[in-house]
């Protein structure tokens, strides 16, 4: 059974610092991996996804990188803004289709000023 | 811009009610799902649907039931609210497809059931 586990479970940085987020999983037939950003009482913002054929993906700050055999995902921010203080979740599909997705339990960021 | 819409933000229920949560969705996708979020068990699938009419169970249906009478449209339905379906509850959905099948939620409904 597919498990998936997000270290460290809470961040706290001060602003301009570059930090990484870690995502493993444990089984690494998967077809993609997912980063999301939750504001607290809301719902989830897809920032990245990344295809089981791809290494990395980019989005402005974000950079996400995927090694299916070590079962791993790192979200890399750099330059971190106060503004990117949220709940970051990985996904995975469950096997057998329709894009079920089982999460990660989140990390939880805080940049301060 | 992709958009998923939970009809409410927040909605405070009594017990014993018939609770209903609706999402829409203009990205034409086949693919929608109920989730909920607690605190330390992260978020889980209640149902899903495929396509039009069609419905599976995910890991907690009990207490749940949905409809989808048309493509953009997903209906939690709570038959008879209790205390522990206090939670909050999010809507997604996406296209078919194994590889390149982003998910896309809704802003979440926050139920308290009283």
């Known amino acids: 059974k597919q498990e998936v586990t997000q270290i460290p479970a809470a961040l706290s940085v001060p602003e301009g610092e570059n930090l990484v987020l870690n995502c493993s999983f444990t089984d690494s037939a998967i077809y993609n991996l997912q980063w999301f950003r939750q504001d607290p009482g809301k719902g989830l913002t897809s920032l990245l996804l990344i295809q089981s054929s791809q290494r990395e993906q980019t989005s402005g700050r974000l950079n996400a990188s995927l090694d299916k055999s070590s079962g791993r995902s790192t979200l890399y921010i750099a330059a971190s803004q106060p503004g990117d203080s949220a709940t970051y979740l990985c996904?995975?599909?469950?096997?057998?289709?329709?894009?079920?997705?089982?999460f990660g339990a989140g990390t939880r960021l805080a940049v301060h000023p | 811009d992709v958009k998923v819409t939970q009809s409410s933000r927040y909605l405070v229920k009594r017990t014993g009610e018939k609770v209903f949560l609706e999402c829409v969705q203009d990205?034409?996708?086949?693919?929608m799902f109920w989730y909920r979020q607690d605190p330390g068990l992260g978020l889980r699938l209640i149902y899903f649907s495929y396509d039009v009419k069609m419905k599976e169970k995910g890991d907690i249906p009990e207490g749940y039931s949905v409809s989808r009478e048309k493509k953009e449209r997903f209906s939690l339905i709570l038959e008879s609210a209790s205390t522990n379906q206090t939670s909050m509850y999010l809507c997604?959905?996406?296209?078919?497809?194994?590889?390149?099948?982003?998910?896309?939620f809704g802003q979440g409904t926050r139920l308290t059931v009283v």
């Open positions: 990205m034409d996708h086949e693919n």
């Open positions: 997604a959905s996406s296209l078919p497809g194994l590889s390149n099948t982003e998910a896309f």
């Open positions: 996904a995975v599909p469950i096997s057998g289709g329709y894009n079920k997705l089982i």
